[in-house]
């Protein structure tokens, strides 16, 4: 298995620029996370799917952040426009509900996006 | 909200065994425990994971005292590539909103 995939790796752009950053969970799994993770804030929950379907985007910082997964294998986090302090690593993680309700979540490489 | 209170830093010396705990007074019954490892410029990769006693694999273990108010992440004998941060979860994934990273644990393996 190739794990969570995601693209692109690095992307610097300009202030004011749509940004689009691409995911791929593994195959199978039901659960859908994207983190963006700071030195000042650390490691922090955006949004995650479940099936597919949005669960909970209270951790969506703003209205330009906006997130969507048309099928299993595919999911895109969109900020427009983006501003200078949205310059992050984001991370999409996936995992599969197990029998009992841990969690065990598998994490892409991450994107590390640069806004100038 | 079951957050999670960890040592910012601690330093080790190759071939010792490293034990790292984790402090989540409001822990729910359906939460479990997580541990992750990150290495600079990666994504986290889940470590062990337990919800009562104690839990072992191939990497580490996780002791829970019976009140779950708190766990340690055991490394036995660290080497230079257990450099990392670690971080304790404490969750149900029907709420993943509560998963909180926190700031973790830098671990430093010296030599």
């Known amino acids: 298995d190739a794990g969570v995939i995601q693209s692109p790796r690095h992307e610097v752009t300009e202030m004011g620029q749509e940004v689009t950053l691409r995911c791929k969970p593994i195959?199978?799994?039901?659960?859908l996370f994207w983190y963006r993770q700071t030195m000042m804030r650390g490691l922090e929950l955006l949004i995650y799917?479940?099936?597919?379907?949005?669960?909970?985007d209270s951790g969506m910082p703003e209205d330009r952040f906006s997130a969507k997964m048309p099928n299993a294998s595919f999911s895109t986090l969109k900020i427009q426009p983006s501003e200078p302090r949205d310059s992050a690593v984001y991370f999409c993680a996936s995992s599969l509900r197990t029998g009992g309700q841990g969690i065990e979540q598998f994490f892409g490489p991450g994107t590390r996006l640069t806004v100038l | 909200l079951a957050k999670t209170t960890q040592p910012i830093s601690m330093d080790s010396y190759e071939g010792q065994e490293v034990n790292i705990t984790c402090s989540h007074n409001n822990i729910a019954t359906n939460d479990y425990i997580t541990w992750y490892q990150q290495f600079p410029s990666q994504g986290p990769r889940f470590i062990i994971q337990g919800y009562k006693t104690k839990v072992t694999n191939e990497v580490a273990s996780l002791f829970i005292p019976a009140d779950r108010k708190s766990s340690t992440l055991s490394l036995p004998r660290v080497s230079l590539s257990d450099t990392a941060v670690y971080y304790c979860l404490v969750g149900d994934i029907s709420l993943a909103n509560n998963l909180f990273f926190g700031t973790g644990t830098r671990l430093t393996v010296i030599p």
């Open positions: 799917f479940n099936n597919n379907v949005p669960i909970d």
């Open positions: 195959s199978g799994h039901d659960y």
